[in-house]
């Protein structure tokens, strides 16, 4: 039953009600010296008034409800009519994200239509990033997919000698590994935006970055890097082991890169107290991976942790970059209840730390 219904019904049942009480309680008020034929009378005009009455009443509901819910029904309609091609074209917004109107009238009506147009908003916006992401992973394939597909053609030649077939196997190989590896990291941005449930258990962070630096060790030797690990013995907590390996691993991947040949990547990790910088409520561990490279640009730095975002893009493609090893750095940490930062050390170099709360999540520190 439509609501401008039930409220006409609902204010005519009132008023019969009110009605009724009325009328009892005129009869028992009625004073005794009223003639019969008086009281005859009275109660005849209230007998015929009160259907008309009960009538006028629901009547005088039906055009207040519908005066009252003509804002509702036009932002039904509004929104019945925008779809999903709809959002980011619709003008007269301040972020080109479809809108419904606002009435003027500062009431629960009007809260509710900013409340919508803030989910349409957030709605455009996470559309807007979707279609960013496609595009940039559509990008980032077709690179190394035109270099394999050019270099099976290559050693499918006739006239191809052993060493060009050779060449062509290994560079298709690399490519291949390429592609694995973007393949590999959008699978886990996508298990974590989809809020895939993971298994948390008490974690050791010591023995984390140990087996981190230990497998990194050869990337770095092949850079003439060395690896320094700084770690407090008793940092546990309440996390995955898988990912923050892989949070670890792609801090690792990231400061080798940009790190020198013969200088020292510094891994560190320490317990912060409650209130100091940290942004989180109580206590919380710090993991801290610093290069001594020439520290990364500073219009870089706010957009780290996007997505194919790189400081160097030829030679991060070089290196064998998918440009979203800091994104999920950064996803892990949140998916933790944590956070992540970047910035240029003050003597050179860059700094990626990320920080995960503590209490509640079983942390036992010195």
Known sequence: MPLRVRLSLLFALGTSIVLALAGLLFYLLLPNYIPDDAEDRIRNVMLVATAPTIALSGLAAWFLSGAALRPVERMRRQAAAIGVSDLGTTAGSVDGSARLEVPGTRDEIAALAETMNDLLARLHAARRLDRAFIADAGHELRTPLTILKAELELASRPSRSRDELAEAVANASEETERVIRLAEALLALARMDGGVPVTHERVSLPDVLSRAVRAANGQAEAAGVRLVLDVDTCLTISGNTDQLRQAVDNMLTNAIRHAPEDTVVDIRAQWV?????????????????????????????????????????ARARQDGGTGLGLAIVEAISRSHGGSSAIANHPEGGAVVAILLPATGSGWFGA
């Open 273 to 313: 107290r409650a209130g100091t910088r940290t942004g989180i409520a109580g206590p919380a561990v710090e993991v801290e991976v610093r290069d001594r490279g020439r520290g990364l640009p500073v219009e870089f730095l706010p957009h780290a942790f996007e997505r194919f975002r790189r400081a160097d893009d």
